[in-house]
């Protein structure tokens, strides 16, 4: 397992390498954070002072943006609290880059070809290569109302709160006892992760693994991507899933400063809600935005992940030298 995140690890290098793309370093401790009401980062204290190990290096990689970095990735350790689980560790590496004057659907392009880059680096390791049951096209692409309509008939961008909470019981969804119908974005998350994720990336007519892309989300679902100039319905954002694992997030980004603030108090009205603390937020990010984030589309790829994609693993611990029970 060592030389297969080696091989893929100089892989998914050379790939971006070739592409023109820098590679940079940026803190895994800071006084910024990207403020999720989903994500609770680790928070460490320093000199009487909050800091945190970061859940993603967006925040500093959008600093070097705005300074002229060009396009950029990264290969980083990220944090989360409280994640642990077949594919959680609260200790993982992401592979995070940002293509200037590239949109979303360019970046989806880029994703599928670094997935197979990687893949096919595995297979030199391990003699068995799992895309090779994947079509040689594109990877399909499934829009967040066309997968809630496959699996619930419904209008997602339409229904109500209490049609939701309504159709998510019908479908038996374990939803909190104090879930109620003004929760719209608790029963989407709900009704997803339980009734549409599973099956997303996998062969309806076979156990096969069948790469999809999810994309269109919810504005509420936005996090820091732009919502659609045609479509205000959607937001310029989507997932990659095979056999039912989220492999990373990719956005059209926000480069708006004023909307970014908007964003970052309803996630911390959110967290207020579920009886989680405030988290400051990025000001050195947003100072970064406001003196002129360059048009770009940035992706988040879980590495582990998509190693064990490429090796068949069920576990996450099974592709790490030191998950978190023998850290």
């Known amino acids: ?24 370093e940026t803190p895994c401790l800071s006084q910024d954070i990207v403020i999720d009401a989903w994500l609770e980062p680790i928070e460490v204290r320093h000199s009487g002072d909050r800091w945190f190990l970061q859940t993603s290096p967006e ?10 970095s060009g396009s950029i990735f990264q290969i980083s350790r990220v944090f989360r609290a409280a994640e642990s689980g077949a594919r959680h560790n609260p200790e993982f ?61 419904i209008d997602v961008h339409a229904a109500s709160g209490s049609e939701l909470l309504a159709v998510a019981r019908k479908h038996q969804i374990p939803l909190p006892e104090t879930c109620t119908s003004d929760q719209r974005d608790d029963l989407l998350n709900a009704m997803l992760a ?24 919810p504005p509420s679902q936005a996090a820091l991507a732009q919502t659609s100039e045609t479509d205000p319905k959607v937001a310029r954002r989507f997932e ?37 603390s405030t988290l400051p ?16 589309s940035g992706v988040a790829l879980g590495f582990d992940r998509l190693v064990m994609v490429a090796t068949g693993s069920k576990q996450i611990t099974d ?7 023998r850290a």
């Open 240 to 276: 990659l899933y095979v056999d039912g694992i989220e492999l990373c997030n990719g956005y059209q980004e926000l480069t708006d400063v004023t909307e970014l603030k908007r964003r970052e108090e309803l996630q911390n009205a959110v967290r207020i809600g579920s009886a989680l």
């Open 59 to 68: 925040a500093a990689m959008k600093r070097l943006l705005a300074a002229g």
């Open 1 to 24: 397992m060592l030389h297969v995140r080696a091989a893929m690890l100089r892989a998914a290098r050379e790939f971006f390498r070739l592409r023109g793309y820098l590679e940079v």
């Open 93 to 153: 590496t992401m592979i995070e880059w940002y293509g200037i004057d590239s949109d979303w659907c360019q970046q989806m392009e880029l994703t599928e070809q670094l997935v197979r880059v990687c893949v096919a680096a595995a297979a030199e390791i391990t003699s068995h290569d799992v895309s090779v049951s994947w079509d040689a096209g594109l990877f399909a692409q499934t829009t967040y109302a066309q997968a809630f309509e496959r699996v619930f008939e």
């Open 281 to 296: 937020g990025a000001p050195a990010m947003a100072a970064a935005m406001k003196s002129g984030l360059p048009n770009c």
């Open 319 to 325: 592709v790490l030298a030191f998950p978190a029970d």
């Open 194 to 217: 339980f009734a549409i994720e599973p099956d997303l990336g996998r062969c309806k007519m076979s156990e096969q693994s069948a790469p999809e892309f999810l994309c269109d989300y």
